[in-house]
């Protein structure tokens, strides 16, 4: 009971709370740095695995696209967020035409699925409100969030372990917290925060936020309505998510009444 005390006064202790660049609070068990350093490690082995099964695409022409739209964001995003100039900015494609997605991990480690293209036939407006939407949960550490949340849960198991002296499950409740993080949606509530940051991403940095609308709509209908793409799987897309973005939209217009493109900032492509 001792080691149990001590445990949970150890939680209490290193829980902090946090405020997302909206206002909104956020519980803390995991520091946004924490966060970026296990992301880095996991995207570099994920990234060996798919280089080995010769899954990353070096095609020049979608490589330019990508990293010319995805610059674009990023210069915004480091101008709106300083503490992201220091990132190491990359996306790598990957071979994977079944597959409709895109993610950025905590320190702005992207990465596309060729499916994006090939099944939504995306325009640059469309594809730039994806990774706007990706880097915003990166920005907004909602990466860190995710872990926080594995965590918390974790702790009880590893407190019922102590508590009965099974020092093995106790052990194994890390392992089960790092696989709980990667694998844990965002919430509903760091979807929309995400589609907010990210429709004044894209707009600053010169893109239409009406591709935002015309983007879900080829969600809905990809799959021909049986199984959703795993985008939206893993981005919970409420009945009136289009009528949200449509109205956000004519609000941050006026970020760049007149469409002007950013600089371009450098963003590695990973081969």
Same mark, same amino acid.
């Given at each position: 009971?001792?080691?149990? #005390?001590?445990?949970?006064?150890?939680?209490?202790? +290193? !829980?902090?709370? #946090?405020?997302?660049?909206? *206002?909104?609070?956020?519980?803390?068990?995991?520091?946004?740095?924490?966060?970026?350093?296990?992301?880095?490690?996991?995207?570099?082995?994920?990234?060996?695995?798919?280089?080995?099964?010769?899954?990353? +695409?070096?095609?020049?022409?979608?490589?330019?696209?990508?990293?010319? +739209?995805? *610059?674009?964001?990023?210069?915004?995003?480091?101008?709106?967020? @300083?503490?992201?100039?220091?990132?190491? =900015?990359?996306?790598?494609?990957?071979?994977? $035409?079944?597959?409709?997605?895109? =993610?950025?991990?905590?320190? *702005?480690? %992207?990465?596309?699925?060729?499916?994006?293209?090939?099944?939504?036939?995306?325009?640059?407006?469309?594809?730039?409100?994806?990774?706007?939407?990706?880097?915003?949960?990166?920005?907004?550490?909602?990466? #860190?969030?995710?872990?926080?949340?594995? %965590?918390?849960?974790?702790?009880?198991?590893?407190?019922?372990?102590?508590?009965?002296?099974?020092?093995?499950?106790?052990?194994?409740?890390?392992?089960?917290? !790092?696989?709980?993080?990667?694998?844990?949606?965002?919430?509903?509530?760091?979807?929309?925060?995400?589609?907010? +940051? /990210?429709?004044?991403?894209?707009?600053?940095?010169?893109?239409?936020?009406?591709?935002?609308?015309?983007? =879900?709509?080829? %969600?809905?209908?990809?799959? *021909? /309505?049986?199984?959703? $793409?795993?985008?939206?799987?893993?981005?919970?897309?409420?009945?009136?998510?289009? !009528?949200?973005?449509?109205? %956000? /939209?004519?609000?941050?217009?006026?970020?760049?009444?007149? /469409?002007?493109?950013?600089?371009?900032? @450098?963003?590695?492509?990973?081969?």
């Amino acid at each position: 009971m001792k080691r149990l #005390a001590t445990l949970c006064l150890a939680a209490t202790v +290193i !829980a902090g709370c #946090a405020t997302s660049p909206t *206002g909104r609070s956020q519980f803390m068990l995991v520091s946004p740095q924490s966060a970026i350093v296990e992301s880095k490690k996991a995207y570099l082995s994920t990234m060996s695995e798919l280089d080995k099964e010769n899954k990353l +695409i070096d095609d020049p022409k979608m490589a330019d696209r990508v990293a010319t +739209i995805t *610059g674009r964001l990023v210069t915004e995003a480091v101008a709106r967020y @300083p503490q992201s100039a220091d990132w190491e =900015w990359s996306v790598a494609i990957i071979d994977d $035409p079944k597959t409709v997605n895109a =993610w950025c991990m905590a320190g *702005g480690r %992207m990465a596309v699925y060729t499916g994006l293209f090939e099944q939504l036939k995306l325009t640059d407006d469309e594809f730039a409100q994806i990774m706007g939407h990706e880097i915003s949960h990166a920005l907004a550490n909602h990466t #860190a969030e995710r872990m926080s949340r594995a %965590m918390a849960t974790n702790l009880g198991v590893v407190a019922v372990a102590v508590a009965s002296d099974n020092h093995a499950v106790a052990l194994g409740g890390a392992a089960l917290a !790092a696989k709980v993080a990667l694998e844990l949606p965002n919430s509903r509530t760091a979807e929309a925060e995400a589609d907010q +940051i /990210g429709l004044e991403l894209a707009t600053l940095a010169g893109y239409d936020p009406d591709a935002a609308v015309t983007l =879900w709509e080829k %969600m809905a209908k990809v799959g *021909g /309505g049986e199984r959703p $793409p795993e985008f939206l799987s893993t981005h919970p897309a409420p009945q009136n998510r289009q !009528a949200a973005l449509a109205s %956000m /939209g004519r609000e941050v217009r006026q970020l760049n009444p007149t /469409g002007q493109l950013a600089a371009v900032h @450098p963003v590695a492509i990973v081969r």
